[in-house]
């Protein structure tokens, strides 16, 4: 089973989601707006990608940090505090990150 890591409003996830729905493939949705993230996902998800990767810097919530992250403590307690910085959407299975953002071919390479 896998689990989507998002927020809902999302153009990205918007498109995630259909690929996914398109291709038959269902997955459990974790809002981030509503269910937040916890301590202990953000540390197993850095045992798998560096806090660089994980952060969106390219977002809003990042661009309008007076003071961003230099570290990955730092960065944690950033992802715990505004989830909306997180690269979105990342996809779990099995404590596995699957997928961070959406590039169609990397998906139909990914879920194939």
């Not at 409003?9 to 690929?19: F, G, I, Y």
């Not at 459990?28 to 045992?47: A, V």
């Amino acid at each position: 089973m896998y689990t989507l890591y998002a927020i809902p409003n999302c153009d990205t996830v918007k498109k995630a989601r259909v690929w996914l729905a398109d291709q038959g493939i269902t997955y459990q949705f974790h809002d981030y707006k509503k269910q937040g993230i916890s301590r202990e996902i953000i540390e197993h998800w850095l045992t798998q990608k560096s806090w660089e990767e994980l952060v969106n810097k390219t977002g809003t919530t990042w661009k309008k940090l007076e003071e961003k992250p230099t570290d990955e403590a730092a960065a944690m307690t950033l992802m715990m505090e505004k989830p909306s910085v997180i690269r979105r959407p990342l996809i779990e299975s099995d404590g596995k990150i699957m997928a961070l953002g959406f590039k169609p071919d990397d998906y139909q390479e990914t879920f194939k």
